[in-house]
């Protein structure tokens, strides 16, 4: 979009809303990431949402878009290094020490839950306190990933 070069749009001023991680699903290559929508040339993963009383609606821009046009060169890069953290530790899960199961599936007990994985009908499954989801997966990784991202989600809601 190339704000940048827009007349009449603010190069300061602006108001960090959030940060985001385009990497919550899995599967996005480089490439499939945006650019930023004020100087067109990151490729950002962790997405900047800036607001300005003089701009309709919300940019979405890179880290150092976000330094210079809130002039806060702290509280993004915080942002930010809390969200890869995060990620971080949920590419970590999958590699944990999960105990076998007697029905020859995995266990591990996250954040007071226990999550199982195990396969039926050759496809993986989740169980979670030994309620079973609803999904199949084809890969171990991925129910793994999914039972994670669930109870992070519960866990974020406040409903855990
Ligand atoms: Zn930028």
């Known amino acids: ?3 940048y070069k827009l007349p009449g ?3 300061r001023g602006w108001t960090l809303h959030d940060v985001i991680d385009l990497h919550d699903d899995e599967g996005l290559e480089y490439g499939d990431y945006e650019d930023c929508q004020f100087c067109d040339h990151e490729q950002i993963r962790y997405v900047h949402l800036l607001g300005h009383s003089s701009y309709d609606g919300v ?3 890179g ?3 976000a330094c210079k046009l809130t002039e806060d060169y702290v509280n993004p890069k915080l942002r930010e290094r809390e969200l890869r953290n995060r990620s971080a530790r949920r590419q970590r899960f999958p590699d944990r020490k999960w105990k076998p199961t007697r ?5 591990i007990t996250v954040d007071g839950h226990r999550v199982t994985i195990s396969l039926k009908g050759g496809k993986y499954r ?3 306190d030994s ?3 609803k999904l199949y ?6 129910a793994m990933l999914r039972a994670y991202d669930y109870i992070q989600k519960k866990k974020a809601k406040g409903r855990i």
């Open 126 to 128: 989740i169980w979670i």
């Open 103 to 107: 029905h020859g599936g995995k266990s």
């Open 63 to 65: 880290c150092i878009c």
């Open 9 to 11: 749009i603010p190069h």
């Open 137 to 142: 997966f084809d890969a171990e990784r991925q």
């Open 1 to 3: 979009m190339g704000l």
């Open 59 to 61: 940019a979405r821009v």
């Open 131 to 133: 309620v079973e989801g």
